[in-house]
């Protein structure tokens, strides 16, 4: 809901990346909430190569949807154990942003304590699980108390959170210890675990880069999983909002079903 015209950005689609895997839709539907009128929309690719929608929202709000399928390949989240960590100097300048601070990943105030407990840890693939394991074990999941503000060290301080909290609170401990971790969010059915009957929402997980490629790491759920669908990639939750609006705006509705299709 908006009460004047409100410019907006989008990240509602699947990523680029996923593209391929699109066998219906997506019926991207974007609508006047006073007269059901289509609400005109271009989009484009941002620096971090998220497929992203602008408008301008008009006075009285719009509704937002999108109702696609996509094929998987019904795998858990690849694993490999062996891979080792990079040398920062030979890693590609382009990944140098996800060793930096970001808006909620505090890499400066956290580095003491991540070498403190990670430092003599086997590196690579197995340090960074160890990172997830720990976040895993500090935050409590509970919704009720999500905070849009909080940021890494403030989750690890209070022991709470959300998925964003875990995931936030993984990638600033790996990039404290040069590891690159960049911040994803998505979709993420109950596909092959038992059923949550908690509403549907977005995720978040993160990836680190080692021995040349991003493997995805689930500090939350802390376990290969089937299904992920990514959305955006970013430094952190404050580059991949689900709406961002150069004005105030008020969520009314907010409803994700992913289901696993068969036949």
């Known amino acids: 809901m908006c009460h004047l015209p409100t410019p907006a950005i989008l990240l509602l689609d699947p990523h680029p990346a996923r593209h391929p895997d699109i066998v219906s839709g997506p019926a991207s539907t974007v609508r006047a909430l006073s007269s059901g009128a289509d609400v005109p929309h271009a989009e484009y690719l ?35 154990r062996d891979a080792p960590e990079i040398f920062p100097g030979d890693l590609p300048s382009e990944v140098y942003e996800y060793m930096l601070p970001s808006r909620y990943c505090e890499v400066d105030e956290l580095s003491p304590m991540a070498w403190q407990l990670f430092g003599n840890v086997a590196r ?24 849009n503000t909080r940021t890494a060290s403030q989750a690890l301080a209070e022991g709470v959170g ?8 993984a990638v600033a401990l790996c990039r404290c210890l040069n590891i690159p971790a960049r911040y994803c969010n ?14 549907m929402d977005y ?4 990836e680190a880069l080692l021995g040349g490629r991003w493997f995805t790491f689930d500090a939350r759920h802390n376990r290969p999983r089937i299904g992920r669908i990514l959305v955006a990639r970013g ?17 009314q509705r907010f409803e994700i079903i992913t289901d ?3 036949g």
């Open 162 to 169: 959300v998925c964003r909290d875990f995931t936030h609170l």
């Open 46 to 80: 941002d620096g971090f190569g998220n497929r992203c929608r602008r408008l301008i929202i008009p006075p009285g709000g719009a509704a937002f949807g999108n109702d696609l399928i996509l094929v998987d390949s019904g795998e858990v989240d690849f694993v490999d």
């Open 124 to 147: 690579g693939w197995n340090r960074v699980q160890q990172i997830c394991d720990y976040v895993n074990a500090q935050i409590r999941f509970d919704y009720q108390l999500a905070r």
């Open 186 to 199: 998505g979709f993420l059915g109950d596909i092959g675990v038992p059923s949550d009957p908690a509403p």
């Open 235 to 251: 430094r952190d939750a404050a580059d991949v909002p689900l709406i961002h609006t150069f004005g105030p705006h008020i969520l």
């Open 203 to 206: 995720n978040a997980w993160s």
């Open 260 to 262: 696993e299709v068969t």
